[in-house]
């Protein structure tokens, strides 16, 4: 232990007089670390700046300190006393419904918001032109107030002071809707935001029995100490209520989940760009330390032990890579300032920009990972090569695999890279998923690297000099095959994956999806207008298909007596207790499922309350056939037992339900029904004089249009597909720094074979043909690599995690081709124009 520190010592003085020269060799090694590092830096920063900023504006957010909302009912008055007791309550009043010109030419699919006048508690409301809300949405003669968001006025070609019709209210638009502080925590709306006073509401007619409304009770706390102990009070003391309760520190849940799930993903694409980076490393240590052999030859003949000639090179390299990661802290750790200028307006911003410890830590942490697991096996082979080896060799190609020592090494620093990887993630189960594809693609990269050089060895001899000296360039010892597969495939791999999956998602959504799902969905049909409905529709398409349930909705409260908010669910099945779900009842099975387990009920069943679950779903809550549902509808708590599962088809947009209850469940509840259209013969034109005519005729009635809400979806998609791509950017720019890191590390050998080529005769434009046909096929077997396991990596996730239909896409295939041959061919030939032009002289006494 005595002599450990000496040698240690004596090491670090050697490494720092050594790295006098400078850093030539390692400008790629530093890009490849600080490229990884900064982005999950980035990620990661401005993550906790956006998921911080929801937390600490969570008042703003929420417009309370805590809200209640209830479905399709109002608290009663017990509920509201107790509301009233906890201090200044504010009620809105949300729902789904058609907005329309007073001629009836026009209208539109519009999300109303009913609020009164202490709206909002917290925060602030902003229109133009400016005036207090209560004066905005007055009454003035037979018409009301409304404020719009300024995309309802541009479908509608209206302006400030036109009318408006709302059910049987007339509202006059007094001003445009700039800012909504509570908007986050209503949830993401497919249509645009019209805001009108709890008695223009009132006056519509819209809120019947069974219309699908939200009722939000938002409140001020006189003690906002006693706020982390209302909701289990709220529940103790109105144990059927059936509300739900947020408070202020969870505003806005989902979007927080959102963001983090997202981060998260973004944060794996950053690993595998540091991933890719760490074959970087590995090339650029393997050619530095060729190029310092005579230095480390000396050292062993003066009797340098081998541990401390290691020790010397481990050294400088982690010295180095300190550099690099802190150039990607850097640019992680302005990342929030920058990219919070362009988030602001669409997700909540912190006041005050700031520094993310903990992210650009975890970011330090990855980098320094990577550094020595893939440094310490280059170190290993120069470590067991004597000295008169290292005098007479070119390189450390041919050396053994390192002692074991080095192997565990390596092998002990990636288990806590995938360790750390998977535990700082909010869903694990994913991240092992995505490290063990990485793994697997290393695995199969090395695979094709072989297979590559085994073809090349035994193909036919061909009659054209320069590619016969490619060929061989491709499997004689030192090659570069293993270099520029390794660099060039992970990173298209990743790039294919991504693009297949973004254009299988836009493909189903503008194809199969939209050809397949219905043309209206219609909401809240009440019973006695069923029959008058269903004739204009026969009226107006008269070969469209009318589809009708019954419908309510309600909230899960308990699976087997459990309450579910103390399940620890996973994050796949969250979704389904997450509000209120639409539910109906159902005499015969729906003709668009099928049963997976267990018998359906009989046509006059009157025993015990049943249900049906959707078997996906029920998988993912660890649901089983006998098991008891708990759901609150209309006030009610109601327990049924789980009969069957079934198969959704959820991707034909039909009408689909997690759950489905037994008609004795609901007999004599107040309902509404819900209905479709299809008719895929309809032009745009039928569909406008559809919606005119249902709106004019029973205004309460909302119409859905379905190829309006796939055009907003599409543009998310395109909105998300565009930050992936940015993200897989990064990888794939680590893959270009790799491969020009490999080349160069290849440079010195490639310097003696045109020498020696040029010495009996070859010509430069042969040398480069032969480069360039190297290159060309190196590049044309990567990208087949890259589209077979991009390919099957999409189809997993598109079919088996998506559940929607995969297919391959050519044009992929071509881009992905291109884009291999340019940069392996180009980047190839840049480095070796300069080598063809070495005077032979000075390489032929090295030799």
Same mark, same amino acid.
């Given at each position: 232990?005595?002599?450990?520190?000496?040698r240690?010592?004596?090491?670090f003085?050697?490494a720092?007089r050594?790295?006098?020269?400078g850093?030539a060799?390692?400008?790629i090694?530093?890009?490849?670390i600080?490229?990884? *590092?900064?982005?999950?830096?980035a990620v @990661?920063?401005?993550s906790?700046?956006?998921t911080?900023?929801i937390?600490?504006?969570?008042?703003?957010?929420?417009a309370g300190d805590?809200?209640?909302?209830?479905?399709?009912r109002?608290a009663t008055d017990q509920e509201?006393?107790?509301l009233?007791s906890?201090?200044?309550?504010s009620v809105s009043?949300?729902?789904?419904s058609m907005?329309r010109?007073?001629?009836g030419?026009?209208?539109a699919l519009v999300e109303?918001?009913?609020?009164?006048?202490a709206y909002?508690?917290?925060?602030?409301?902003?229109?133009e032109?400016s005036?207090?809300?209560?004066d905005?949405l007055g009454?003035?003669?037979?018409t009301f107030?409304a404020?719009?968001?300024?995309?309802?006025?541009e479908r509608?070609g209206?302006?400030?002071?036109?009318?408006?019709l709302l059910?049987?209210?007339?509202?006059?638009?007094?001003s445009t809707i700039?800012?909504e502080?509570?908007?986050?925590s209503d949830?993401?709306g497919?249509?645009p935001?019209l805001?009108v006073?709890?008695?223009?509401?009132?006056a519509?007619?819209l809120?019947?029995t069974?219309?699908?409304?939200e009722?939000?009770y938002?409140?001020?706390?006189?003690d906002?100490?006693t706020?982390?102990t209302?909701?289990?009070?709220?529940?103790r003391?109105f144990?059927s209520?059936?509300?739900?309760?947020r408070?202020?520190?969870r505003?806005a =849940?989902?979007l927080t989940e959102?963001?983090?799930?997202?981060?998260?993903?973004?944060t794996?694409?950053g690993? *595998?760009?540091?991933i890719v %980076?760490g074959?970087?490393?590995?090339n650029?240590v393997?050619a530095?330390?060729?190029?310092k052999?005579?230095t480390?030859?000396?050292?062993k003949c003066?009797?340098? =032990?081998?541990?401390?000639?290691t020790?010397?090179y481990?050294i400088?390299i982690?010295?180095?890579?300190?550099?690099g990661?802190?150039?990607?802290?850097v640019?992680g750790a302005?990342s929030?300032?920058v990219?919070?200028?362009?988030?602001?307006g669409?997700?909540p911003?912190?006041?005050e920009v700031t520094?993310?410890?903990?992210?650009l830590a975890?970011?330090? !942490?990855?980098?320094? !990972?990577i550094?020595?697991a893939f440094?310490v096996l280059?170190? %290993?082979?120069?470590r067991e090569?004597?000295?008169?080896?290292?005098?007479?060799?070119?390189?450390?190609?041919?050396t053994?695999?390192?002692s074991?020592?080095?192997l565990?090494?390596a092998?002990?620093?990636?288990a806590?890279?995938?360790?750390?990887a998977i535990f700082?993630?909010?869903?694990?189960f994913?991240?092992?998923?995505f490290l063990?594809a990485?793994?697997?693609a290393f695995v199969?990269l090395r695979?094709v690297?072989a297979?590559i050089a085994?073809?090349?060895?035994?193909?036919?001899?061909?009659?054209?000099p320069a590619?016969?000296?490619a060929?061989g360039n491709?499997h004689?010892?030192?090659?570069?095959?293993?270099s520029?597969?390794?660099s060039?495939?992970?990173?298209?791999a990743l790039l294919?994956?991504?693009?297949l999956?973004?254009?299988?998602?836009?493909r189903?959504l503008?194809g199969s999806?939209?050809q397949?799902?219905?043309n209206f969905?219609?909401?809240?049909?009440?019973?006695?207008?069923r029959?008058?409905?269903?004739?204009?529709?026969?009226?107006?398409? =008269?070969?469209?298909?009318?589809?009708?349930v019954p419908?309510?909705r309600?909230?899960?409260?308990a699976? @087997?007596?459990?309450? $579910?908010?103390?399940m620890n669910?996973p994050p796949?099945?969250?979704?389904?207790l997450r509000g209120d779900?639409?539910?109906t009842?159902?005499?015969?099975l729906p003709?668009?499922?099928?049963l *997976?387990?267990g018998?359906?009920?009989g046509?006059?069943?009157?025993?015990e309350?049943?249900?049906?679950f959707?078997?996906?779903?029920a998988?993912?809550?660890?649901?089983?056939i006998g098991?008891t549902v708990t759901?609150?509808v209309?006030?009610?708590?109601?327990t049924a037992?789980?009969a069957?599962?079934?198969k959704?088809?959820?991707?034909?947009l039909s009408?689909n339900?997690?759950?489905?209850f037994?008609?004795?469940t609901?007999?004599?509840a107040?309902h509404?029904?819900?209905?479709?259209?299809s008719? =895929?013969?309809?032009t745009?034109q039928q569909?406008?004089?559809?919606?005119?005519?249902?709106?004019?005729?029973?205004?309460t009635?909302?119409?859905v249009? $379905?190829?309006?809400?796939?055009d907003?979806?599409d543009?998310l $998609?395109?909105? !998300?597909?565009?930050?992936i791509?940015?993200a897989a950017?990064?990888?794939l720019?680590?893959?270009?720094l790799?491969?020009a890191g490999?080349?160069?590390?290849?440079n010195?050998?490639r310097t003696?074979?045109?020498?020696?080529?040029k010495?009996l005769?070859?010509?430069?434009g042969?040398?480069?043909r032969?480069f360039?046909?190297?290159?060309?096929i190196?590049?044309?077997?990567?990208?087949?690599?890259?589209l077979v396991?991009?390919?099957?990596?999409a189809w997993f996730v598109v079919s088996r995690?998506?559940r929607l239909?995969s $297919?391959?896409l050519p044009d992929?295939?071509v881009?992905?081709?291109?884009?291999?041959l340019?940069?392996?061919? %180009?980047?190839?030939?840049?480095?070796?124009?300069?080598?063809l032009?070495q005077?032979?002289?000075p390489?032929?006494?090295?030799?």
């Open positions: 232990m005595r002599s450990a520190f000496p240690l010592s004596i090491s003085r050697l720092l050594e790295m006098r020269g850093l060799g390692f400008y090694f530093l890009a490849c600080a490229l990884g *590092t900064g982005a999950i830096a @990661n920063s401005v906790r700046a956006i911080g900023a937390a600490s504006q969570g008042q703003e957010i929420l805590i809200r209640f909302e209830l479905n399709n109002e509201r006393a107790f009233t906890l201090g200044k309550v009043t949300s729902l789904r907005a010109k007073p001629d030419s026009e209208q109303v918001k009913a609020v009164d006048d909002p508690l917290y925060g602030s409301f902003r229109a032109p005036a207090p809300l209560p905005l009454k003035q003669g037979d107030g404020l719009a968001a300024p995309l309802l006025l509608l209206l302006k400030d002071g036109d009318q408006l059910g049987n209210a007339k509202l006059t638009l007094r700039t800012a502080p509570d908007a986050l949830g993401f497919f249509a935001r805001i006073s709890r008695e223009a509401l009132a519509s007619g809120i019947t069974g219309s699908l409304v009722h939000a938002k409140i001020q706390l006189d906002p100490a706020r982390s209302l909701t289990a009070r709220a529940n003391e144990p209520a059936g509300w739900s309760v408070t202020s520190d505003a =849940p989902s959102n963001v983090d799930r997202f981060s998260q993903f973004l794996l694409v690993l *595998t760009a540091l %980076g074959v970087g490393v590995a650029a393997r530095f330390l060729d190029a052999r005579t480390i030859a000396t050292f003066l009797g340098a =032990p081998a541990s401390v000639v020790m010397i481990l400088q982690m010295l180095l890579a300190v550099v990661i802190l150039i990607g802290l640019i302005v929030p300032f990219a919070l200028q362009f988030l602001e669409v997700l911003v912190p006041k520094f993310y410890p903990s992210a975890l970011a330090a !942490l990855f980098g320094i !990972l550094t020595f440094a280059p170190l %290993g082979h120069a090569v004597p000295a008169t080896a290292l005098f007479r060799e070119q390189s450390f190609d041919n053994r695999l390192p074991w020592p080095y565990l090494a092998g002990l620093a990636l806590a890279l995938a360790t750390l700082s993630a909010e869903e694990r994913i991240a092992s998923v063990a990485v793994a697997g199969l695979l690297a297979l085994a073809l090349a060895r035994r193909s036919p001899r061909v009659n054209s590619l016969r000296l060929i491709i004689r010892p030192g090659a570069l095959t293993p520029v597969v390794l060039l495939g992970l990173g298209l294919v994956t991504l693009a999956i973004d254009g299988n998602m836009r189903q503008t999806i939209a397949q799902a219905p969905f219609f909401v809240d049909i009440q019973g006695s207008e029959e008058g409905f269903v004739n204009i529709l026969k009226q107006q398409a =008269p070969e469209g298909t009318i589809t009708q419908m309510l309600g909230r899960i409260l699976f @087997n007596g459990q309450d $579910v908010t103390q669910v796949a099945g969250r979704w389904v779900r639409g539910i009842y159902e005499e015969k003709t668009n499922s099928a *997976t387990a018998q359906w009920w046509a006059d069943y009157t025993g309350p049943l249900v049906s959707s078997a996906e779903e998988g993912e809550l660890g649901l089983k098991d759901v609150n209309l006030g009610r708590n109601i037992r789980i069957n599962f079934r959704v088809q959820w991707e034909s009408i339900f997690v759950m489905i037994s008609p004795n609901f007999r004599g107040p509404a029904w819900l209905a479709t259209l008719d =895929p013969s309809a745009a569909e406008a004089s559809i919606l005119r005519a249902v709106t004019n005729a029973y205004p009635i909302t119409s249009r $379905v190829k309006d809400a796939i907003i979806v543009q $998609v395109g909105q !998300l597909a565009t930050a791509r940015a950017a990064v990888a720019i680590a893959s270009v790799v491969l490999a080349l160069a590390a290849g010195r050998a003696h074979d045109a020498v020696i080529l010495t005769g070859g010509t430069r042969m040398l480069m032969a360039s046909y190297e290159y060309m190196l590049g044309a077997a990567t990208a087949l690599f890259a396991a991009g390919g099957l990596s995690i998506m239909q $297919v391959f992929v295939a881009l992905t081709l291109a884009v291999s340019v940069l392996t061919v %180009g980047i190839g030939l840049a480095g070796t124009w300069r080598i032009g005077k032979a002289a390489v032929l006494r090295e030799l």
